[in-house]
């Protein structure tokens, strides 16, 4: 059974679930032909859907616990494959208290569901000690009326609380959370769209965001999502990625991946996998 820590020099990885989510491979891909994926059926469930995971990862790195990303949020209903995130905490024995910033690689509903908790009117911050970091772009993009309307949808009640909360810091290009984990601009999935790269002790890491939602996606980089925004830059963007993580051997942690989502891009038989940990 996969671990669901991972090691990089100094920093440690823990990977948490919030559930998952399961889509008709043909509307997730909408410009992908059924037929292209004769062959690759091992990328996708039993019943031939995509599958995926609703990744928390923990950074632990030089005294400080960096959340990534929240998942969906608590359940509408009990049936729902989602809202486990507090209970991974538990179930860890950490408490949300001792995460002291949270970055959100991008604003989409399934990345920012934790952030804050409604009781009376009122928004309380689920990491009452973290301060929570986006993209300046992302930011100016989820206040975008039409953006919010078609794209953003949760926006006004799980990101913008965080302003008057005054908890919320923008950041710009690649920009340092401690001496080992800076933000890394990986646009296209959305315009502000970001990563984390993770360099300690002569090891690297990418916590992926959105780049990548399948494994099938890491040799065919130009299969783009209906969710992806700029189609053209989300493609340039996956290439450069998956080339970088190939030459160099990075170890990745991919939010949408089985979990834990922890791997390398690796190349078989002449073709660019994903080998799992």
Not at 205 to 228: C, M, R
Request: with cysteine; charged share 20%.
């Amino acid at each position: 059974m996969p671990s669901n820590e991972l090691t990089i020099g100094n920093v440690k990885i823990t990977s948490l679930s919030d559930g998952h989510l399961e889509f008709d491979v043909c509307n997730f891909f909408p410009d992908v032909p059924k037929e292209n994926w004769v062959g690759l059926e091992s990328h996708l469930s039993p019943v031939g859907n995509l599958n995926m995971n609703l990744a928390c990862y923990l950074i632990r790195s030089e005294g400080h616990i960096i959340a990534v990303d929240t998942g969906m949020g608590p359940k509408g209903t009990p049936d729902l494959a989602w809202g486990e995130l507090l209970n991974e905490f538990d179930s860890h024995g950490i408490r949300p208290e001792e995460v002291d910033m949270v970055v959100l690689t991008h604003a989409h509903l399934d990345h920012i569901g934790w952030n804050l908790v409604s009781r009376d009117g009122k928004y309380t911050p689920t990491f009452p000690n973290a301060t929570y970091y986006m993209s300046t772009k992302e930011w100016e993009d989820c206040h975008n009326p039409e953006l919010v309307e078609t794209r953003f949808a949760k926006a006004p009640e799980s990101l913008w609380p965080l302003e008057e909360l005054g908890i919320i810091q923008l950041v710009d290009g690649e920009h340092p959370l401690t001496g080992e984990v800076r933000t890394l601009p990986t646009p296209g999935h959305t315009l502000g769209h970001i990563s984390l790269v993770i360099s300690s002790e002569g090891a690297d890491g990418l916590v992926l965001g959105d780049a990548l939602h399948n494994t099938a996606q890491i040799e065919n980089t130009d299969w783009v999502s209906f969710a992806d925004m700029d189609p053209e830059q989300t493609r340039a963007t996956r290439r450069n990625l998956m080339e970088w993580c190939e030459r160099e051997g990075i170890s990745v942690a991919a939010v949408h991946m089985a979990a834990p989502g922890f791997g390398k891009i690796v190349r078989m038989d002449g073709r660019r996998n994903w080998q799992a940990f």
